[in-house]
């Protein structure tokens, strides 16, 4: 068969669990949580399926879930949208980063992507016809940071930029945009009709007191942007696949045309449930903390072997610099690392469309503490 997307074969995530997985090895790759959501998240969705929410929702989500969304939208980044038009709930971020690309970009369109960045976003374009123009994160005379060049940005605009893709707090490098990095998007954006999607999906994972910078705190790209979040990283559940994608009403509509015959709509009873979750704040006001713990915990232990930590600002995940411990290229480290010291990581190398080797790789903290304790037992021969 003629393929549409020759250069993408098995991910990363999945190569890696399985290697871990056949040589015993702690599993500090693939990015999900080794500890169970609160058991009230599970009773809420029991309760909604014995309450016979069990056929279809209306397309774009149950409107109890779409108004709790908007509501605390409005509550953490004072922008209201509106739940009827601008909200819509969809099979994790992962359908909704590939359905808001489907329903702008046109065959020939380029989209900037900054990388290292997640691994669908690239295909994503592909299958929408358009092309990925890579910049890379990182300013000149900061080695190891992971920061929004905005000249690079601006030299990367063409007549044909429909969309730039966002990732705050970013995957993989672990950091978080500033508001000054905000007003400077804004700020390079005003004079085109350039299309923002932003990734938010560790929104609620930011450290050292730092805020989140949604989007939505920024009117003026508020009103270019689709914000993209997932329940799965909030509430300790990726396998349920729900989130959603906040955008004004035009962008929404369009997104819309692509969700009804994309999914149509996602899962009702779990849609019920988040609803009613969603009433008490404290989850979410929480992760921080909860998360801040792991990360402290993992980054001491880290902290007494040759690997060089990097900074670890948001998101679940840890970056380390290994050129003290070995040459290796960073898939082979990887690799060595599952099978002979028994820690599974991901390399860096694989969120860049080319390749690049800089000898990092990234460790997934969002384990129980026993688990980062068995993982830095290991590596503390290192
Ligand atoms: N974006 C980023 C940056 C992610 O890390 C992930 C989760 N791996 C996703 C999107 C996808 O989220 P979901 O599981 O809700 O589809
Ligand atoms: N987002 C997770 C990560 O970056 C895993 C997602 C996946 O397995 N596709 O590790």
Request: hydrophobic share 40%; with cysteine.
């Given at each position: 068969?003629?393929t549409?997307?020759?250069?993408?074969?098995?991910?990363?995530?999945?190569v890696?669990s399985?290697l871990?997985?056949?040589?015993?090895a702690?599993?500090?790759?693939?990015?999900?949580?080794?500890?169970?959501?609160?058991?009230?998240?599970?009773?809420c969705?029991?309760?909604?399926?014995?309450?016979?929410h069990?056929?279809?929702p209306p397309?774009?989500g149950?409107?109890?879930?779409?108004d709790?969304?908007?509501r605390?939208?409005?509550?953490?980044?004072?922008?209201?949208?509106?739940?009827?038009?601008?909200?819509?709930v969809?099979a994790?971020?992962t359908?909704?980063?590939?359905?808001?690309?489907?329903?702008v970009?046109?065959?020939?369109?380029?989209?900037i992507v900054l990388?290292p960045?997640?691994?669908?976003?690239?295909?994503n374009?592909?299958?929408a016809?358009?092309?990925?123009?890579?910049?890379p994160?990182?300013?000149?005379g900061?080695?190891g940071?992971?920061r929004?060049?905005?000249?690079r940005?601006?030299?990367?605009?063409?007549p044909?930029?429909r969309?730039?893709?966002v990732n705050?707090p970013?995957?993989?490098?672990?950091?978080?945009w500033?508001?000054?990095?905000m007003?400077?998007?804004a700020e390079?954006?005003?004079?085109?009709?350039?299309?923002?999607?932003?990734?938010e999906?560790y929104?609620?994972?930011?450290?050292?007191?730092?805020?989140?910078e949604s989007?939505?705190?920024?009117?003026e790209?508020?009103?270019?942007s689709?914000?993209?979040?997932?329940?799965?990283?909030?509430?300790?559940?990726?396998?349920?696949?729900?989130?959603y994608?906040a955008?004004p009403?035009?962008?929404?509509?369009e997104?819309?045309?692509?969700?009804q015959?994309n999914?149509?709509t996602?899962?009702?009873p779990?849609?019920?449930a988040?609803a009613r979750?969603?009433?008490d704040?404290?989850?979410?006001?929480?992760?921080p903390?909860?998360y801040?713990?792991?990360?402290?915990?993992?980054?001491?232990?880290?902290g007494?072997?040759?690997?060089?930590?990097?900074?670890s600002?948001?998101?679940?995940?840890?970056?380390?610099?290994?050129?003290a411990?070995?040459?290796?290229?960073?898939?082979?480290?990887?690799?060595w690392?599952?099978?002979?010291?028994g820690?599974?990581a991901?390399?860096?190398s694989?969120?860049y469309?080319?390749?690049?080797?800089?000898?990092v790789v990234?460790f997934c903290?969002?384990?129980?503490?026993?688990t980062?304790r068995?993982?830095?037992?290991?590596?503390?021969q290192l």
């Amino acid at each position: 068969v003629g393929t549409k997307l020759p250069r993408v074969g098995t991910t990363i995530f999945t190569v890696m669990s399985a290697l871990a997985q056949e040589h015993d090895a702690v599993n500090l790759g693939q990015g999900f949580p080794d500890f169970d959501c609160d058991p009230k998240l599970v009773d809420c969705v029991a309760e909604a399926m014995r309450a016979g929410h069990n056929q279809y929702p209306p397309m774009p989500g149950v409107p109890a879930l779409r108004d709790a969304i908007a509501r605390k939208i409005g509550a953490l980044y004072d922008h209201r949208y509106d739940p009827g038009l601008e909200i819509t709930v969809t099979a994790g971020a992962t359908q909704g980063i590939l359905t808001a690309i489907l329903a702008v970009v046109r065959p020939g369109d380029e989209v900037i992507v900054l990388e290292p960045c997640y691994d669908s976003y690239e295909p994503n374009i592909e299958l929408a016809g358009g092309k990925a123009v890579f910049v890379p994160l990182g300013r000149d005379g900061e080695p190891g940071s992971f920061r929004p060049d905005f000249e690079r940005i601006a030299a990367a605009i063409t007549p044909r930029t429909r969309a730039l893709l966002v990732n705050t707090p970013h995957n993989p490098s672990a950091s978080v945009w500033t508001r000054e990095d905000m007003h400077a998007l804004a700020e390079l954006l005003r004079p085109t009709d350039i299309v923002v999607i932003a990734d938010e999906v560790y929104e609620h994972m930011v450290y050292d007191g730092q805020a989140h910078e949604s989007v939505a705190r920024h009117p003026e790209l508020a009103a270019r942007s689709f914000i993209v979040s997932s329940f799965g990283k909030t509430y300790h559940v990726t396998g349920w696949k729900v989130g959603y994608v906040a955008a004004p009403a035009p962008l929404s509509a369009e997104f819309r045309k692509v969700h009804q015959f994309n999914v149509f709509t996602v899962n009702t009873p779990v849609q019920h449930a988040l609803a009613r979750y969603m009433a008490d704040p404290a989850p979410y006001l929480e992760l921080p903390a909860f998360y801040q713990h792991k990360r402290d915990l993992f980054r001491d232990g880290l902290g007494r072997t040759r690997f060089r930590l990097l900074p670890s600002e948001g998101s679940y995940f840890q970056c380390v610099d290994y050129s003290a411990i070995s040459d290796r290229s960073e898939v082979e480290f990887c690799r060595w690392l599952t099978t002979e010291i028994g820690v599974a990581a991901i390399p860096l190398s694989v969120f860049y469309a080319g390749g690049r080797e800089q000898r990092v790789v990234r460790f997934c903290f969002a384990k129980k503490d026993e688990t980062l304790r068995s993982a830095l037992q290991r590596l503390a021969q290192l």
